[in-house]
């Protein structure tokens, strides 16, 4: 059975860090990986959206990382601003077609 | 387009009461789901559809059940509803599941069952 873990499950950096989100999943038969934010008492923003067949991602300050062999993904964010905070959610669409999400990881930005 | 939109945004509800959660899609998505999020996990698949007419279990479908009489609908009931159904719940659709199978949330519902 998939499973995905986030590690860690919160974290706080000052303004202005590099940082790096990890997310692991035990099955490495998968379609796709997505990274998605979500912010407090709102819905879901599909951040970025990794093939199977690919490596990495970009979107503006956002670098996502996927190396299937060991079941790892990496969200990278540089430069973080307070508006960056948000909890943070992995997901992989499995063999059977369907999305397995991690716990998520809080994001913190201090100004 | 407006995307994947969701009704209610809220509401409360006493054991034992039924209710039905609306699901619309602009997107002429094939693939729709249910989820629910709990706090500290992560969301888990109620119910989906793979197509009008057809739907099909998730992993925790007990106590829900789904129709998708509608190619853009796919609606949620809870027939008796429970405290431990109290979450916020989430539906999406995609063109296909397989290796292009992006999904779209809508902005989910915050159900309480007190």
């Known amino acids: 059975k998939q499973e995905v873990t986030q590690i860690p499950a919160a974290l706080s950096v000052p303004e202005g860090e590099n940082l790096v989100l990890n997310c692991s999943f035990t099955d490495s038969a998968i379609y796709n990986l997505q990274w998605f934010r979500q912010d407090p008492g709102k819905g879901l923003t599909s951040l970025l959206l990794i093939q199977s067949s690919q490596r990495e991602q970009t979107s503006g300050r956002l670098n996502a990382s996927l190396d299937k062999s060991s079941g790892r993904s990496t969200l990278y964010i540089a430069a973080s601003q307070p508006g960056d905070s948000a909890t943070y959610l992995c997901a992989v669409l499995d063999s059977n077609y369907q999305l397995i999400w991690g716990a998520g990881t809080k994001l913190i930005i201090k100004p | 387009n407006a995307g994947v939109t969701q009704t209610p945004k809220f509401r409360v509800l006493k054991t034992g009461q039924s209710m039905t959660l609306l699901c619309a899609q602009d997107m002429n998505h094939e693939y729709m789901y249910w989820y629910r999020q709990d706090p500290g996990m992560g969301l888990r698949l109620i119910h989906y559809?793979?197509?009008?007419?057809?739907?099909a279990k998730g992993e925790v479908p007990d106590g829900y059940n789904v129709s998708r009489l509608k190619k853009q609908n796919f609606l949620l009931g809870l027939e008796s509803a429970a405290p431990s159904q109290t979450s916020v719940y989430f539906c999406?659709?995609?063109?296909?599941?397989?290796?292009?199978?992006?999904?779209?949330f809508g902005p989910g519902t915050r159900l309480t069952v007190t």
């Open positions: 999406a659709s995609s063109y296909r599941s397989g290796s292009g199978g992006e999904q779209y």
């Open positions: 559809s793979v197509g009008e007419g057809t739907t």
